[in-house]
């Protein structure tokens, strides 16, 4: 129900405020507005206010703003000026682009409004953990090591690095630039295009198998009511071995109890430096294939305190800096996505990247989950993705029509009827398609 909820309340929110901004911008330029509808198909509710029906529909899939268009019905003399299509050039731009300029300020207010509230939690681009197998491991990353710069761009924090190696993965060879634990300068080669690897990273299967946070060999968390508290066992407890094997790592002795679901183990655990003996049971659970059975004790790996003092920071800027800040994550994420539409298009980025309305609600609910700011930082970032999206040369998109509408006004006459045809069919294959791809991959990740 969260998950509905929040994706719904997404939708309504920066669909409608996308509207809004082509509805404000067209009658300030004196044209007159049919129709307001957030969502597709027969109208559920509507109402007539201020010459304008405004209407809710069932498929929250996008919006439109209807306009009095000669192309589009007759219309009478009279109300001929205020027509869509005999504006001039620059009204009928602007009004287009008001859409998507609309969505990116969007952006900026929600991200300036997080950090002033919220703060800014800031993890620096080091690398804490690195999994094996995987691809950084196959590159030669080493604990310790903190990024520098990916392909020549500057790291500014671990989140920025990490996105842009992975939308990077399939453009060819990634240079990674790192300064070793030990202080020396080195170079990470990630060369993994069109690996199986990089297909389940795109298609969210897998990681690049790095992490800032360190984990430490204590346990960071002891599940109500598990085998794990039945034991006996705490938050900070350190298991060393397993009917009297050494386990040293953490691996090791949760490798063991996997293995043995159902079965009495001998603990002995290290509390505050004594040792403590304690016999556990590994509850038997089905694995999500429901091949296996395996066994769980209900506890969670600690992390590394002090290095997670050492990579991050926590601070709430004013409001001054807190919007400078939110202009350049947004003018960021902005660039980052239209590098990775270009990528598309020139096969340097997977099409597994591109996700659709099941993907964003599941986000949308998990981010409500954690908390309000993640939420807000949720919005503002598919604010700019409908509004980058929406700015691309693709007829049936706003940015289809500013470049109708650019080159009319470059010409001195509108573009024959029958190139805009020939676009708006083409435009509309691209999208049926992608809409198509979305869902294809949507439904791949759930029951993938």
Same mark, same amino acid.
């Given at each position: 129900m969260l998950t509905f909820i929040a994706f719904l309340f997404a939708i309504l929110l920066l669909v409608s405020l996308h509207e809004l901004g082509h509805l404000l911008v067209a009658r300030w330029c004196g044209i007159k507005v049919l129709r307001f509808s957030v969502g597709f198909g027969s109208p559920i509710y509507r109402k007539n206010w201020r010459n304008i029906e405004w209407c809710i529909a069932p498929i929250p899939l996008g919006g439109y703003v209807k306009m009095l268009d000669t192309r589009e019905g007759k219309v009478s003399e009279a109300e001929l000026p205020y027509a869509f299509d005999r504006q001039h050039p620059l009204k009928r731009i602007a009004t287009v682009a008001a859409g998507p300029l609309t969505n990116l300020i969007l952006a900026v207010v929600l991200y300036a409004l997080s950090f002033s509230v919220g703060g800014i939690t800031e993890i620096r681009p080091y690398v804490g953990t690195v999994e094996a197998p995987s691809i950084a491991s196959s590159a030669g990353f080493q604990a310790g090591d903190r990024i520098i710069a990916v392909n020549g761009k500057t790291a500014e924090n671990f989140s920025d690095a990490n996105m842009q190696i992975i939308l990077g993965l399939e453009a060819g060879k990634i240079n990674v630039l790192v300064e070793t634990e030990q202080g020396v300068r080195s170079e990470r080669l990630i060369d993994a295009s069109g690996t199986p690897e990089a297909e389940a990273v795109? @298609?969210?299967?897998?990681?690049?198998?790095?992490? =800032? #946070?360190?984990?430490?060999?204590?346990?960071?968390?002891?599940?109500?009511?598990?085998?794990? /508290?039945?034991?006996?066992?705490?938050?900070?407890?350190?298991?060393?071995?397993?009917?009297?094997?050494?386990?040293?790592?953490?691996?090791?002795?949760?490798? +063991?109890?996997? &293995?043995?679901?159902?079965?009495?183990?001998?603990?002995?655990?290290?509390?505050?430096?004594? $040792?403590?003996?304690?016999?556990?049971?590994?509850?038997?659970? /089905?694995?999500? &294939? @429901?091949?296996?059975? +395996?066994?769980?004790?209900?506890?969670?790996?600690?992390?590394? $305190?002090?290095?997670?003092?050492?990579?991050?920071?926590?601070?709430?800027?004013? *409001? =001054?800096?807190?919007?400078?800040?939110?202009?350049?994550? %947004?003018? &960021?994420?902005?660039? %980052?996505? +239209?590098?990775?539409?270009?990528?598309?298009?020139?096969?340097?980025?997977?099409?597994?990247?591109?996700?659709?309305?099941?993907?964003?609600?599941?986000?949308?609910? !998990?981010?409500?989950?954690?908390?309000?700011?993640?939420?807000? /930082?949720?919005?503002?970032?598919?604010?700019?993705?409908?509004?980058?999206?929406?700015?691309?040369?693709? =007829?049936? *998109?706003?940015?289809?029509?500013?470049?109708?509408?650019?080159?009319?006004?470059?010409?001195?006459?509108?573009?024959?009827?029958?190139? !805009? $045809? +020939?676009?708006?069919?083409?435009?509309?294959?691209?999208?049926?398609? %992608? %809409?198509?791809?979305? #869902?294809?991959?949507?439904?791949?990740?759930?029951?993938?």
């Open positions: 795109a @298609k969210r299967r897998s990681s690049l198998g790095l992490s =800032p #946070f360190k984990r430490s060999e204590t346990i960071g968390m002891v599940v109500k009511g598990s085998p794990a /508290e039945k034991a006996g066992l705490q938050k900070g407890d350190k298991i060393i071995a397993v009917n009297g094997k050494e386990t040293p790592k953490w691996e090791d002795w949760s490798a +063991i109890t996997r &293995d043995n679901a159902g079965r009495n183990l001998g603990i002995t655990y290290l509390r505050q430096g004594t $040792e403590y003996q304690t016999t556990l049971l590994p509850a038997s659970v /089905e694995t999500p &294939d @429901k091949r296996k059975i +395996i066994g769980q004790i209900g506890v969670v790996q600690g992390s590394d $305190e002090a290095w997670q003092e050492k990579i991050s920071r926590h601070y709430t800027p004013g *409001l =001054p800096e807190a919007v400078a800040l939110a202009w350049r994550k %947004m003018t &960021d994420y902005s660039a %980052m996505t +239209i590098r990775f539409f270009g990528n598309l298009i020139t096969g340097n980025a997977s099409l597994s990247h591109i996700s659709g309305p099941v993907t964003i609600a599941d986000i949308a609910g !998990q981010t409500a989950r954690i908390s309000l700011q993640a939420y807000i /930082e949720f919005l503002a970032i598919v604010s700019i993705s409908l509004g980058v999206m929406n700015l691309l040369p693709i =007829p049936v *998109l706003d940015g289809g029509h500013l470049v109708y509408y650019t080159a009319e006004l470059i010409r001195g006459r509108p573009l024959s009827q029958r190139i !805009q $045809e +020939i676009g708006l069919r083409l435009g509309l294959a691209v999208m049926l398609a %992608m %809409m198509a791809l979305a #869902f294809f991959n949507d439904i791949n990740r759930l029951f993938g």
